[in-house]
DNA sequence: CGGACAACCTGGCGGC
DNA sequence: TGCCGCCAGGTTGTCC
Protein backbone atom coordinates (compact mmCIF):
# COMPACT_ATOMS: atom_id res chain seq x y z
CA UNK A 1 0.00 0.00 0.00
CA UNK A 2 1.51 3.00 1.24
CA UNK A 3 4.18 5.30 -0.42
CA UNK A 4 4.53 8.84 1.13
CA UNK A 5 1.81 10.09 0.75
CA UNK A 6 -0.36 7.20 2.46
CA UNK A 7 2.48 7.34 5.58
CA UNK A 8 1.95 11.29 5.50
CA UNK A 9 -1.90 10.95 6.02
CA UNK A 10 -1.43 7.91 8.54
CA UNK A 11 0.96 10.33 10.30
CA UNK A 12 -1.17 13.25 10.68
CA UNK A 13 -3.95 11.07 12.06
CA UNK A 14 -1.96 9.74 14.35
CA UNK A 15 -0.54 12.53 15.86
CA UNK A 16 -3.26 13.97 17.89
CA UNK A 17 -4.65 10.50 19.79
CA UNK A 18 -0.45 9.55 20.04
CA UNK A 19 1.36 12.44 21.44
CA UNK A 20 1.59 12.65 25.05
CA UNK A 21 0.04 9.37 25.63
CA UNK A 22 2.40 6.87 27.41
CA UNK A 23 2.58 3.55 25.35
CA UNK A 24 2.18 0.85 28.67
CA UNK A 25 3.25 -2.25 26.44
CA UNK A 26 3.17 -4.39 23.42
CA UNK A 27 0.86 -7.57 22.62
CA UNK A 28 1.61 -9.74 20.16
CA UNK A 29 -1.19 -11.93 19.03
CA UNK A 30 0.06 -14.46 16.99
CA UNK A 31 3.72 -16.06 16.34
CA UNK A 32 5.96 -12.74 15.30
CA UNK A 33 8.04 -13.97 12.84
CA UNK A 34 10.13 -10.76 10.97
CA UNK A 35 8.30 -8.47 12.11
CA UNK A 36 10.52 -7.05 15.01
CA UNK A 37 14.02 -6.24 15.03
CA UNK A 38 14.25 -7.07 18.41
CA UNK A 39 12.69 -10.16 20.81
CA UNK A 40 8.87 -9.34 20.73
CA UNK A 41 8.71 -9.96 24.16
CA UNK A 42 11.70 -7.34 25.07
CA UNK A 43 10.40 -4.91 23.23
CA UNK A 44 6.99 -4.75 24.92
CA UNK A 45 9.29 -4.44 28.13
CA UNK A 46 11.04 -1.94 26.81
CA UNK A 47 8.42 0.08 25.22
CA UNK A 48 6.30 0.21 28.33
CA UNK A 49 6.13 3.17 30.00
CA UNK A 50 7.92 5.35 27.61
CA UNK A 51 5.37 8.44 26.42
CA UNK A 52 5.15 9.83 22.55
CA UNK A 53 7.07 12.67 22.39
CA UNK A 54 6.47 13.28 18.77
CA UNK A 55 4.78 11.41 15.42
CA UNK A 56 6.55 11.90 11.98
CA UNK A 57 7.38 10.38 8.65
CA UNK A 58 10.90 9.54 7.44
CA UNK A 59 10.19 8.16 3.84
CA UNK A 60 7.78 5.15 3.74
CA UNK A 61 8.35 4.75 7.93
CA UNK A 62 6.41 6.35 10.51
CA UNK A 63 8.75 7.52 13.20
CA UNK A 64 7.31 7.77 17.20
CA UNK A 65 10.03 9.38 18.92
CA UNK A 66 9.76 7.84 22.80
CA UNK A 67 11.52 8.79 25.88
CA UNK A 68 14.59 6.76 25.30
CA UNK A 69 13.88 5.11 22.24
CA UNK A 70 12.55 5.30 18.73
CA UNK A 71 9.77 3.11 17.33
CA UNK A 72 9.60 2.95 13.69
CA UNK A 73 6.34 1.22 11.52
CA UNK A 74 6.93 0.06 7.94
CA UNK A 75 3.29 -1.02 6.97
CA UNK A 76 4.96 -2.32 3.46
CA UNK A 77 1.84 -3.42 1.10
CA UNK A 78 -0.57 -4.32 3.69
CA UNK A 79 -0.64 -2.69 6.96
CA UNK A 80 -2.94 -0.58 8.81
CA UNK A 81 -3.23 1.44 11.90
CA UNK A 82 -5.86 2.45 13.93
CA UNK A 83 -6.90 3.75 17.91
CA UNK A 84 -10.09 1.78 19.21
CA UNK A 85 -10.94 1.21 22.68
CA UNK A 86 -8.54 -1.20 24.87
CA UNK A 87 -11.82 -3.04 25.43
CA UNK A 88 -12.51 -3.83 21.70
CA UNK A 89 -12.27 -7.40 21.00
CA UNK A 90 -8.94 -8.52 18.99
CA UNK A 91 -10.65 -11.24 17.48
CA UNK A 92 -12.40 -9.03 15.74
CA UNK A 93 -9.46 -8.32 13.49
CA UNK A 94 -8.34 -11.93 11.93
CA UNK A 95 -4.89 -9.67 10.24
CA UNK A 96 -4.18 -8.35 14.08
CA UNK A 97 -0.02 -8.81 14.47
CA UNK A 98 0.66 -5.85 17.47
CA UNK A 99 -1.57 -3.94 19.93
CA UNK A 100 -0.23 -1.46 22.02
CA UNK A 101 -2.26 -0.32 25.15
CA UNK A 102 -1.86 3.57 25.62
CA UNK A 103 -2.58 5.48 29.18
CA UNK A 104 -5.39 7.21 28.05
CA UNK A 105 -7.74 3.77 27.44
CA UNK A 106 -7.06 3.30 23.93
CA UNK A 107 -5.02 1.12 22.27
CA UNK A 108 -3.29 1.71 18.54
CA UNK A 109 -3.29 -1.25 16.65
CA UNK A 110 -1.21 -2.73 14.25
CA UNK A 111 -2.99 -5.02 11.51
CA UNK A 112 -1.62 -6.81 8.26
CA UNK A 113 -2.97 -9.00 6.34
CA UNK A 114 0.01 -10.05 3.97
CA UNK A 115 2.20 -9.82 7.36
CA UNK A 116 5.17 -7.84 5.12
CA UNK A 117 5.17 -4.91 7.75
CA UNK A 118 8.04 -4.03 10.32
CA UNK A 119 7.64 -2.59 13.85
CA UNK A 120 11.18 -1.70 15.17
CA UNK A 121 12.59 -0.43 18.40
CA UNK A 122 16.01 1.29 18.30
CA UNK A 123 17.37 3.35 20.44
CA UNK A 124 19.29 5.05 17.57
CA UNK A 125 16.97 4.86 15.15
CA UNK A 126 19.45 6.27 12.07
CA UNK A 127 21.02 2.58 11.75
CA UNK A 128 17.92 2.94 9.54
CA UNK A 129 17.08 6.22 8.37
CA UNK A 130 20.26 7.65 7.48
CA UNK A 131 21.09 5.23 4.71
CA UNK A 132 17.29 7.08 2.99
CA UNK A 133 17.47 9.45 0.09
CA UNK A 134 16.49 13.07 0.69
CA UNK A 135 12.46 13.79 1.77
CA UNK A 136 11.14 15.42 -1.83
CA UNK A 137 8.97 17.39 -0.04
CA UNK A 138 11.22 19.56 1.89
CA UNK A 139 12.74 22.83 0.95
CA UNK A 140 16.05 20.92 1.00
CA UNK A 141 15.17 19.21 -1.79
CA UNK A 142 16.57 21.92 -4.49
CA UNK A 143 16.74 21.23 -8.19
CA UNK A 144 20.58 21.66 -7.57
CA UNK A 145 20.33 18.77 -5.43
CA UNK A 146 18.38 16.97 -7.91
CA UNK A 147 20.63 17.35 -10.68
CA UNK A 148 23.39 16.67 -8.03
CA UNK A 149 21.54 13.21 -7.38
CA UNK A 150 21.39 12.58 -10.77
CA UNK A 151 24.84 13.09 -12.16
CA UNK A 152 26.57 9.75 -13.05
CA UNK A 153 23.71 7.51 -12.94
CA UNK A 154 22.72 5.35 -15.79
CA UNK A 155 19.48 3.69 -14.46
CA UNK A 156 16.31 3.56 -16.16
CA UNK A 157 14.29 6.41 -14.69
CA UNK A 158 11.70 4.56 -13.27
CA UNK A 159 13.73 1.70 -11.64
CA UNK A 160 15.70 4.59 -10.02
CA UNK A 161 12.67 7.05 -8.69
CA UNK A 162 11.42 3.64 -6.92
CA UNK A 163 15.26 3.76 -4.93
CA UNK A 164 14.45 4.57 -1.48
CA UNK A 165 18.30 5.29 -1.24
CA UNK A 166 17.72 8.00 -4.38
CA UNK A 167 14.98 9.67 -3.44
CA UNK A 168 13.00 8.84 -0.37
CA UNK A 169 9.19 7.83 -0.42
CA UNK A 170 8.08 7.56 -3.84
CA UNK A 171 6.51 4.42 -4.31
CA UNK A 172 4.97 2.66 -7.92
CA UNK A 173 1.51 4.34 -8.05
CA UNK A 174 3.29 8.30 -7.79
CA UNK A 175 6.58 7.47 -9.85
CA UNK A 176 4.30 6.42 -12.82
CA UNK A 177 2.43 9.80 -11.93
CA UNK A 178 5.74 11.70 -11.69
CA UNK A 179 6.99 10.64 -15.17
CA UNK A 180 3.45 11.32 -16.84
CA UNK A 181 3.71 14.85 -14.73
CA UNK A 182 7.18 15.33 -16.62
CA UNK A 183 6.41 13.91 -20.03
CA UNK A 184 9.45 11.40 -19.45
CA UNK A 185 9.08 7.54 -20.35
CA UNK A 186 9.80 5.19 -18.01
CA UNK A 187 12.58 3.48 -19.78
CA UNK A 188 14.87 6.35 -20.26
CA UNK A 189 18.00 6.21 -18.56
CA UNK A 190 18.80 8.78 -16.20
CA UNK A 191 21.73 9.77 -17.98
CA UNK A 192 20.07 11.01 -21.58
CA UNK A 193 17.83 13.71 -19.52
CA UNK A 194 18.27 17.15 -20.21
CA UNK A 195 18.36 20.04 -17.86
CA UNK A 196 14.86 20.79 -18.74
CA UNK A 197 13.79 17.12 -18.19
CA UNK A 198 15.08 17.37 -14.88
CA UNK A 199 13.65 20.36 -13.89
CA UNK A 200 10.47 19.17 -14.97
CA UNK A 201 11.18 16.05 -13.53
CA UNK A 202 11.65 17.59 -9.91
CA UNK A 203 8.53 19.77 -9.51
CA UNK A 204 6.80 16.36 -11.13
CA UNK A 205 8.08 14.31 -7.99
CA UNK A 206 6.46 17.14 -5.69
CA UNK A 207 3.49 17.10 -7.87
CA UNK A 208 3.04 14.15 -7.68
CA UNK A 209 3.28 13.51 -4.09
CA UNK A 210 1.52 16.29 -3.00
CA UNK A 211 -1.81 15.24 -4.82
CA UNK A 212 -1.52 12.11 -3.24
CA UNK A 213 -1.70 14.00 0.17
CA UNK A 214 -4.42 16.04 -0.83
CA UNK A 215 -6.45 13.32 -1.75
CA UNK A 216 -5.36 11.52 1.35
CA UNK A 217 -3.75 8.79 -0.28
CA UNK A 218 -4.79 6.31 -2.96
CA UNK A 219 -6.64 3.24 -1.39
CA UNK A 220 -6.77 0.58 -4.30
CA UNK A 221 -7.22 -2.12 -1.92
CA UNK A 222 -5.46 -2.02 1.42
CA UNK A 223 -4.69 1.77 2.45
CA UNK A 224 -6.73 2.83 5.13
CA UNK A 225 -6.68 6.01 7.11
CA UNK A 226 -6.46 6.04 10.85
CA UNK A 227 -10.34 6.36 11.15
CA UNK A 228 -10.66 3.50 9.07
CA UNK A 229 -12.12 5.26 5.68
CA UNK A 230 -10.39 5.24 1.95
CA UNK A 231 -8.38 8.44 0.64
CA UNK A 232 -9.38 9.70 -2.58
CA UNK A 233 -6.27 9.57 -4.57
CA UNK A 234 -6.53 6.65 -6.35
CA UNK A 235 -9.93 8.58 -8.14
CA UNK A 236 -7.13 11.38 -9.77
CA UNK A 237 -4.70 9.21 -10.95
CA UNK A 238 -3.24 10.40 -14.41
CA UNK A 239 -1.76 6.73 -15.98
CA UNK A 240 -1.66 4.41 -12.64
CA UNK A 241 -4.17 1.92 -12.77
CA UNK A 242 -5.29 -1.85 -12.48
CA UNK A 243 -5.74 -2.75 -16.05
CA UNK A 244 -8.13 -5.75 -15.26
CA UNK A 245 -10.67 -4.08 -13.70
CA UNK A 246 -10.11 -0.25 -15.45
CA UNK A 247 -9.15 -1.50 -19.21
CA UNK A 248 -10.10 1.39 -20.93
CA UNK A 249 -7.65 4.22 -18.91
CA UNK A 250 -6.95 6.79 -21.10
CA UNK A 251 -4.42 9.81 -20.80
CA UNK A 252 -6.14 12.62 -19.24
CA UNK A 253 -4.27 15.26 -21.69
CA UNK A 254 -4.36 13.56 -25.07
CA UNK A 255 -6.91 10.28 -24.63
CA UNK A 256 -4.47 8.23 -25.92
CA UNK A 257 -5.06 5.06 -24.04
CA UNK A 258 -2.76 4.13 -21.59
CA UNK A 259 0.28 1.24 -21.43
CA UNK A 260 1.10 -0.93 -19.65
CA UNK A 261 4.43 -2.96 -19.24
CA UNK A 262 6.35 -4.28 -16.71
CA UNK A 263 9.80 -2.42 -15.60
CA UNK A 264 11.98 -4.21 -13.01
CA UNK A 265 9.11 -6.36 -12.03
CA UNK A 266 6.44 -3.85 -11.22
CA UNK A 267 3.81 -2.56 -13.29
CA UNK A 268 4.39 0.31 -15.48
CA UNK A 269 1.53 2.79 -16.53
CA UNK A 270 2.20 5.94 -19.30
CA UNK A 271 1.03 7.29 -22.14
CA UNK A 272 2.65 6.65 -25.11
CA UNK A 273 2.38 9.91 -26.84
CA UNK A 274 2.69 12.19 -23.98
CA UNK A 275 5.90 10.79 -22.51
CA UNK A 276 9.20 10.14 -24.33
C1' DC B 1 26.45 0.80 -10.36
C1' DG B 2 22.62 -1.63 -12.56
C1' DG B 3 19.61 -5.16 -14.02
C1' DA B 4 17.26 -9.69 -13.33
C1' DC B 5 15.16 -12.57 -10.23
C1' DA B 6 13.73 -14.93 -6.05
C1' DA B 7 11.91 -14.35 -1.43
C1' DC B 8 9.02 -12.79 2.08
C1' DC B 9 3.26 -13.64 2.70
C1' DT B 10 -1.70 -13.65 1.86
C1' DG B 11 -5.88 -12.23 -0.43
C1' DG B 12 -8.59 -11.16 -4.35
C1' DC B 13 -9.93 -11.41 -8.85
C1' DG B 14 -10.21 -12.80 -13.84
C1' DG B 15 -10.69 -16.65 -16.54
C1' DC B 16 -11.97 -21.17 -17.58
C1' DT C 1 -19.43 -22.99 -8.16
C1' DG C 2 -14.60 -24.30 -7.96
C1' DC C 3 -9.98 -24.13 -8.87
C1' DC C 4 -5.74 -22.14 -11.03
C1' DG C 5 -2.69 -18.68 -11.95
C1' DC C 6 -1.52 -14.16 -11.68
C1' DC C 7 -1.27 -9.73 -9.64
C1' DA C 8 -0.70 -6.48 -5.69
C1' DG C 9 0.91 0.19 -2.87
C1' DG C 10 7.55 -2.66 -0.61
C1' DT C 11 12.11 -4.15 0.46
C1' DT C 12 16.21 -7.11 0.61
C1' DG C 13 19.58 -10.24 -0.88
C1' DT C 14 22.07 -12.82 -4.50
C1' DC C 15 24.14 -13.33 -8.86
C1' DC C 16 26.18 -11.65 -13.11
Given amino acids: MPELPEVETVVRGLREPLTGRTIQGAVFPKATGRMTNIDAALLAARIAGQTVQSVT ?10 DHDTLLIHLKMTGRLYIVPADAQHDADRYLRVSFPLSDGNELRFSDARRFGRVYLYEQPDEVLSKLG ?31 TFVAGIGNIYADEALHIAHLHPLRSADTLSKADIKRLHSAIREALNDGIRYQGASIQWYRQVDGSKGESQNHLRVYHDPRSEKDKRCPTCNTPIVTIR ?12 QK
Avoid: M, N, W
Fill in 134 to 164: PEPLEDAFTLKQFSGLLAGRKAILKSLLLDQ
Fill in 57 to 66: RRAKYIVATL
Fill in 263 to 274: VGQRGTHFCPTC
